[in-house]
């Protein structure tokens, strides 16, 4: 497949509007009004074809900028159209719920600005408010591709009124086995309906999907993934297995926020809990925990309270938190996809980030062939416990030694009144914010752990 390439991060361009890309007023106003006015180049590039009703298939890497560039186009040409009970317009489909509660942050001020309804399904939440919204009528679904289909197959939601179609990180819902419900999804979509595909690869399953389901998309590649980032450094130190303890824990009491991504659920486990012994404020973040216990982890992290934050990488497919300064491979991933992954956790929206890789020093040959098939050169250094090169690279501090506790939890009790008022539109989310804190009813959608499992046939919503 040919991909054209719509911008050149070389090239100066002209500086555009909102208003001059084709969108309504009132969403430029609202725009402004957060303090938002010049259009990234992923939105320069995708917005006039976006609003145009063209399909569209981008390559665009995470952090830049692709969710509005996506709900912008939906919402200027939802603007005007009346809702309708049990059959929501437009589709955004995600693969995992953190990602479906960002992009809810990111559109809700929008979507209320021009009087238009959005609202969110996804599993680990209750199902009763999730139909009710959709039986007031909703014209913008955000969606994970598991509870969407519960929904559907419950006659709670029809979708044979949408015409607008998002796949968000399409090559992730591939990796988590959720193609075959994406499929089933867009079979009952309005025939001749808009679609639009955002993605950091366009291969595999995905390429399937684009040659099945888009009608000659146009085609956009704006700060691919495994381009150069001029704002993110990149390191390899290769430490002492007898060492690797006392670095991670070193990095770990650094200041700014930092993601150390490791393998397992019981590894990330491990990892928070001897951090938080040594005196780092840090949790783990992944599938086997509850919804609720999630959602505070990302917000205690999104507000600074939690700086360090420990993740496997399913779980980490929904963090979007502007200021994370550093990311740490403690356990190196095999995967260039999923290295170039992690990293976009940092250096986001221009911002500057490091990226750095403990390995020891039999890891060097597999770690150097995985690092160039992702198109970065890593600086490599040999490093001990608290050296000028450690310090320097990640600002590495000795850990208090006293031990660190999260504080107390909100009472579950006063959660359902949150999530209403978030969801309702009665304030505007601000961005970045992650204020809500759905309760997992219980059930094994909170539990389940990172990836589907074998044989599944239908994988639920994260």
């Not at 070389?10 to 309504?24: H, I, N, Q, V, Y």
């Not at 001897?274 to 216990?293: D, I, M, N, T």
């Not at 990302?298 to 939690?306: I, M, P, Q, V």
């Amino acid at each position: 497949m040919n991909h054209r390439p719509t911008a050149d991060p070389t090239m100066p361009e002209a500086r555009m509007s909102f208003l001059d890309l084709g969108l309504p007023a009132p969403l430029a106003r609202a725009l402004e009004r957060g303090g938002i006015t010049d259009p990234f180049p992923i939105q320069q590039a995708t917005l006039p074809d976006g609003i145009a009703g063209r399909d569209l298939l981008a390559r665009a890497r995470t952090g830049s900028g692709k969710t509005l560039a996506y709900g912008l186009a939906a919402l200027s040409r939802l603007n005007g159209v009346p809702a309708i009970p049990d059959h929501p317009q437009a589709l955004v489909l995600v693969p995992t719920r953190e990602l479906a509660m960002q992009v809810i942050d990111d559109l809700s001020g929008l979507a209320e600005a021009c009087g238009l309804r959005i609202r969110l399904v996804a599993g680990g939440m209750p199902y009763a408010s999730q139909v009710r919204s959709i039986e007031r009528g909703v014209h913008l679904l955000v969606a994970t591709p598991g509870r969407l289909v519960d929904l559907v197959q419950r006659g709670s939601v029809q979708l044979d009124q949408v015409r607008i179609t998002v796949l968000d990180e399409a090559d992730q819902m591939a990796d988590m086995g959720f193609m075959p419900v994406v499929r089933q999804l867009l079979d009952l979509t309005k025939p001749g309906g808009q679609r639009l595909l955002f993605s950091a690869t366009l291969d595999g399953d995905v390429d399937a999907l684009v040659r099945d389901y888009l009608r000659n998309p146009a085609r956009h590649e704006v700060d691919v993934p495994g381009a150069a980032v001029p704002t993110m450094d990149h390191h390899v130190l290769v430490v002492h297995p007898a060492d690797r303890q006392a670095v991670t824990e070193q990095i770990g009491a650094r200041p700014g926020r930092t993601i150390f991504f490791v393998r397992t659920q019981a590894g990330a486990d491990r990892l928070a809990d001897r951090l938080a012994a040594r005196g780092v404020a840090a949790q783990a973040l992944h599938g086997g925990k509850s919804q609720a216990v999630r959602t505070r982890t990302l917000k205690s992290f999104r507000d600074g309270l939690t700086p360090a934050l420990v993740a496997t990488n399913v779980a980490a497919r929904g963090i979007h938190v502007e200021g994370i300064s550093l990311v740490v491979h403690v356990d190196a991933p095999a995967d260039p996809k999923d290295y170039l992954h992690r990293a976009g956790r940092t250096a986001r929206a221009g911002e500057s980030g490091t990226v750095v890789t403990l390995i020891s020093p039999k890891q060097q040959r597999e770690v150097a062939r995985m690092t160039s098939k992702a198109g970065v050169s890593p600086h490599v250094a040999r490093i001990r416990p608290m050296d000028e090169h450690l310090v320097a690279v990640t600002g590495a501090r000795e850990p208090s030694g006293i031990a660190w506790e999260p504080t107390r939890a909100v009472p579950e009790r006063a959660v359902p009144e949150r999530v209403g008022a978030a969801r309702s539109g009665a304030r505007r989310p601000t961005r970045g914010s992650q204020d809500r804190r759905p309760r997992t009813p219980g059930g094994r959608e909170g539990r389940r752990s990172d990836r589907p499992a074998a044989g599944r046939s239908r994988p639920k919503g994260r």
